[in-house]
């Protein structure tokens, strides 16, 4: 019971300590008093400091006051992206989090855990999750892993080994599970129900007849909430929807297109799942001999410097990405100082981006139905 009484003690001052309770012009509070405020003894509370000044987050000196060390003041977070070193979403995100960090006197570690085989790219996350427990890192904020299967365990099983280490997780663009289902981890993330919604209603106010999606043959829970935003607008234009009308395929495989394409009727519009996927799509469309947006309006997701590049220009929904970086940075210190106790959802408006690949042309001009929004 005494074991359990100093390690509870431990980790209350640990999460007060590293939430910013104590300043280091301040003294600390003495055994006594924490003895009376806790109702725990002296021993339990010796046991507890005596943590806390191995791990160097307070100095203990004799006949002086016990103070919090620069250690303590300097929060370190971790940060797990995976695939930062090939996807462009990511690269903003980390940029803005490490700038909005040194605002702060904190700092975010990462690592390049990107691998080809998913079985080495869980194996490497699991590794640099391990390290940021044995650096005793403030909080976690993590993108999960596509799901290779309904069955697949791997994000649950990351997020619970900080659970078990008393580190908070804020969960960033998806969930841990596919919906209707809710995890009790925060979430921050563009609404994407409502993004995907609003670029198909641009498309069928663009002329498009069948909306399609195109995503890749793996699950995904904000992959999901686009695909139920697609069908919304849809079905409240009076138009058939069902899941056949989802495309789950590699953007490469001529086959699966081909295949596709000779449905009736055929699809004239598609969602891709992120901007990338769009530009290696867009080029198989036109292998197979479809121009768009003529016979195949495109629109992506993400707003990446792809869909400004490419010819013709695409149609996205940009993400905030500095007003994302910010409000996760705001939850994980909530979370760490223990001022939150629900978790949060916080899902923020993407803003559409409107470009050649939907403004289908009439006598050979664009034709002038939208206003272009700025790039």
Known sequence: MRELKHRNLYDLL?????GGKYCKSCAFPSEAQLSRRC????????????????????????????????LALTKTFGLILPGLSRYEYFQPIATELTRIAQEHRCAFLFANVDAIEPDQLRHNIRELAADFIRRRVSGVVYHPLEFQDAGDTTNIDIVSVFRRAKIPVVLLDSDIVMPPEQSDFDVVSIDNALAAETLAKHLMEAGARTVSVVMLPRMFPNMMERIRGVGNAVMLAGRPWSMS??????????????????????????????????????????????????????????????????????????????????????????????????????FLSGKLIVRESTQRTSGGRIMKRFERLPV
């Open 39 to 70: 109702g725990c003894s002296r021993i339990t509370v010796r046991k507890a400091l005596d943590e806390l000044r191995h791990e160097g987050l307070i100095r203990c000196r004799q006949g002086r006051a016990t103070v919090i060390t620069d």
């Open 245 to 346: 009308n989802v495309l789950m395929t590699e953007p490469t495989n001529l086959r699966n297109i081909r295949a596709f394409m000779k449905r009736r009727p055929r699809p004239d519009a598609f969602i891709c799942q992120n901007d990338a996927l769009a530009a290696d799509f867009a080029q198989s469309l036109e292998t197979l001999g479809y121009s768009i947006p003529g016979d195949v309006m495109l629109a992506g997701f993400d707003g990446m410097d792809i869909s400004r590049v490419m010819k013709p220009g695409l149609t996205t929904i940009r993400q905030p990405y500095a007003e994302i970086s910010r409000m996760v940075f705001d939850v994980l210190m909530r979370r760490v100082r223990g001022t939150a106790s629900l978790p949060a959802r916080v």
């Open 14 to 18: 640990k999460g007060e300590i590293l």
